[in-house]
């Protein structure tokens, strides 16, 4: 019941076509924290086409463009989030090796998930498969509104989601070893197709025709050598025409010739070393990021020493027991890395909290400074999605992304008021009648009034069976 | 990685065999010392250390039997650089006195250092690498403890109670070594298990015995993979052979059979009838042998290229595994756990078996097949001129830490001092192919020794120095 309640609220919230506007927008802003320079003080940001056309202090609007006066508020680049999970019908897939998967089958656009994205002011989202899989599905940034994932879509192969760490039914080794098999096979079916290919036997092309792959497209006609760095090579690839590789190898072939990116994550320190090994043998080491558990920064000289960025994807400290001594130590995950120079961004999906300011202010309170910890949200992430030239920061060119701010993004107190995407402004909390709702209890329209009982599934009371948990006199006994 | 050579000692006797030893893929014939050995997967393992020392030693215990008095060692780059009476000291060097020194101690049948989950897993193949599975960053504590006790490298396995448990490694004790400095070999031997009580209660008589078939069906499969890479490597020889021969015969017939074919068409038109071409004919290039990295780890288990590890403890069960493994003549069985051993000591002896005994002081949690184990097992079987290995039992880290105290209380019933010595040391580092690095006090070899003051395996001694990969790790004051 309750969730026809949610949904019927978030339809509210998202159809609210009012808010949208033409990708046309000027915001004068109190304040403009722009992430790449100094604040400006009573500046204007003018979106046009969606993109930021001028971002200062003394601007010129045009005369026809709508003006968005905000000058009681803060802007403020979206935050960015690197990875994440969430926002998926189902985030994890059975199939051990799966990257012929795409999350925009799965991809929910009326989840939740999104519609707080808007309030936690995230405005960008790699979307990537969860950590339950040895080689998963491809993922793909998203911007957390629309009613399409088209709509959505910001780009759409940001890489293949791989984990070090068990999924269920497995243990570190045979993780380990389905990781390895997956590239040996890859290895061997190529090998394969070009010896049968030599061998003047071409059933991959009538298997491609069967199976109704794309075979006349210039990519998929062409013929290439393998390219990339991995310690291993296929001679005479370029006699088999792209089209005809199997579908769940082509994808993987990508990751070897480092045409996509990959995440890589790993649940325990010991799994860095298994993850780099991989990537480095197979040739895809320079288009990795690894996404981290907290206990990960027991392996960040490794990681240093690999030259990748991580995406912290859990509790910013890590507490652990001495077994010796039984004492607790506390180890804040961030500052390990940035001592090594590893490049890191914050992610918000773990259970202390949902959001990325607060994982920017954590850091900010474990003495770190304003600067990096509000890049480790904005500029950084943009930098590893390779979207370091579209999102993060307020700069001329940059999509006119803007959250405008009830005070500084990382004090506690502050809201966020609207969210401008690509110069359209698809959150007002002014009309978020969800918030209003939880904050001030203000009842939505139509909704049965606060106290009032649900109705009754079972006719007579006899019938109604009790939930509590019977009491087992025999539970104590050994 | 690159090809190990074989301890065999049992010379392959078969024509069959002898001639696949002809072939380059086999290793070389028994018989052979050891000449070149696996190192770890990346990098070069522990020769780096800068740390250099010289050891004024009271006695040095070379190897088992072989003892020098007031000698002095020079440990450096990793491994013991000189030995001798007149061995000089480099200026500023630092210097160690000790009564005794000897190799450090080896457990061939480790559960310390390495990921839980994989020790547990029941779902090991033959070609899961425990190399995986270890974890450089966890059990800290317990591995200095290990060194402490004089005991400097373990043999440890995933899968310790799977039917096949995979691939065993060698690592160094050492918690401050990285992976790739803590591996001594990554693949030492390949293990199994027949007839243990796993979860449920144990087996019945038949299934037991069912396991016995597999595991020869497993080297039977194994044998099967090399022969036909072996059949298919010899064809493709004969193939291009012949192929090169037919041509040049070709080339050489080639103005007679233009001749003859100019004839028959002159005389086609003449006859006014259709000129018929000769029919060519060729043998079928073979084919390769698709890829399987379990059976290529049978295979290697199969031809002694690695040892084959067998937990099994019943006479029954001793007894029908020796049957069915005596026609795999390069096989190298160690038996692990071997309860009731005793029943088959002269198969053992005939055969060249060694045994590789748990001598455990109580356990609380015994399974079935470990009841009527009892201390004196090692000193039976040792005086029925059995080899035995001494190890911990591959299922509590901690216990390795209690090897020696293990190995005392084994010769407290029975096993000579000097045999538990050698199976602490030598002994297990040939039966692991470790030799070359591990086991004596010699030239050339990896640094992992102890200075004693007294005898070693007394209750009265202790360890003062430890040396692990030329670093000194234990002194008095740590």
Known sequence: ?478 | MSRRSTFNRVAPNRVALAALAALSIIAAPAGAEPATRTAPDDGDPAAESSEQYLINAGRVIVRPGEVLENVRILVRGGSIAALGRDVEAPEGIEEISGAVVCAGFIDPWSALGVDAGSLRDQRTEPATRTADAIDVHGQRHLRREALRAGVVAARVQAGGLARVGGVGAVVRLNPDLSAAEALVLPDAVLAMSVGLSRGGGAMDVFDRQGEVDRVRGALDSGLAYRQNEVEYRYDLEEWEKAMAEKEADLEKDFKKAKKDRDKGLAKAEEDDKEFKEKKYKEDKKPRKPSFDSNKAALARAAHGELPLVVQVHRAAELRELLKATAGVDRLRLVLAGATEAESVAETLVERRVSVLVAPSLARSDARDEWAGADLGLAGRLEQAGVEVLLGSGGETPDLTRDLPLLAASAVGHGLEREAAFEALTIGAARSLDVADQLGTVEVGKSADILVLDGAPLLGTTSVQYVFSAGRLVVTPQN
């Open chain 1, 1 to 478: 019941m309750r969730s026809t309640i949610q949904s019927a609220l978030a339809l509210t919230l998202l159809a609210a076509p009012l808010l949208a506007g033409d990708g046309r927008l000027a915001i004068r802003a109190g304040k403009i924290i722009t992430q790449a320079g100094e604040a400006i003080i009573d500046g204007t940001i003018v979106i046009e086409n969606g993109r930021i056309t001028a971002v200062g202090a003394e601007v010129e609007v045009p005369w026809d463009v709508e003006v968005l006066d905000a000058t009681h508020l803060t802007a403020f680049p979206g935050f960015v989030e690197a990875h994440g999970n969430r926002g998926m019908d189902r985030p994890n897939e059975n199939i051990d090796v799966a990257p012929f998967l795409n999350i925009r089958d799965s991809i929910d656009p009326v989840n939740f998930y999104f519609e707080d994205s808007l309030r936690w002011g995230v405005t960008t989202i790699n979307v990537q498969q969860g950590a339950s899989c040895v080689i998963g599905g491809q993922g793909m940034v998203v911007k957390p509104f629309g009613m399409t994932v088209e709509e959505m879509l910001v780009r759409p192969a940001s890489g293949i989601k791989l984990s070090a760490s068990p999924k269920s039914g497995k243990s570190r080794a045979t993780q380990a070893q389905a990781l390895r098999k997956a590239f040996t096979e890859l290895e061997h079916y190529l090998a394969g197709l070009v010896q049968k290919q030599k061998d003047g036997d071409d059933s991959a092309r009538r298997e491609a025709l069967y199976q109704g792959r794309d075979l006349d497209s210039e990519e998929a006609r062409e013929g290439r050598a393998q390219a990339g760095s991995a310690a291993w090579t296929v001679a005479d690839l370029e006699l088999i025409p792209r089209g005809e590789i199997d579908e769940k190898q082509a994808p993987l072939l990508d990751l070897v010739e480092g045409r996509i990116p990959a995440w890589f994550y790993c649940g325990a320190p010991m799994d860095v070393r298994v993850a780099l090994e991989v990537a480095r043998k197979n040739g895809f080491l320079a288009q990795t990021t690894l996404v981290l558990a907290s206990s990960c920064w027991k392996a960040a000289d490794e990681i240093a020493e690999a030259g990748v960025p991580v995406v912290l994807s859990a509790a910013l400290m890590h507490i652990e027991r001495d077994p010796v001594t039984g004492e607790e130590i506390e180890t804040f995950v961030p500052k390990v890395f940035k001592e090594k120079g590893v490049r890191y961004a914050l992610a918000s999906s773990n259970q202390s909290t949902q959001s990325l300011w607060f994982q920017a202010a954590s850091c900010v309170a474990q003495g770190m400074s304003r600067a990096e910890a509000l890049a480790a949200v904005t500029t950084v992430p943009a930098d590893i999605l390779g979207l370091g030239k579209r999102v993060g920061s307020l700069e001329k060119g940059k999509d006119g992304n803007v959250l405008l701010l009830s005070g500084d993004p990382l004090s506690v107190t502050s809201f966020v008021e609207y969210v401008v995407l690509e110069g359209s402004t698809v959150y007002d909390r002014s009309k978020d009648v969800r918030m209003r709702h939880l904050l001030e209890g203000e009842t939505p329209e139509g909704t049965a009034p606060a106290g009032s009982e649900e109705p009754k599934v079972h006719e007579h009371e006899d019938e109604v069976v009790t939930e509590e948990e019977p009491v087992d006199a025999g539970e104590d006994k050994e």
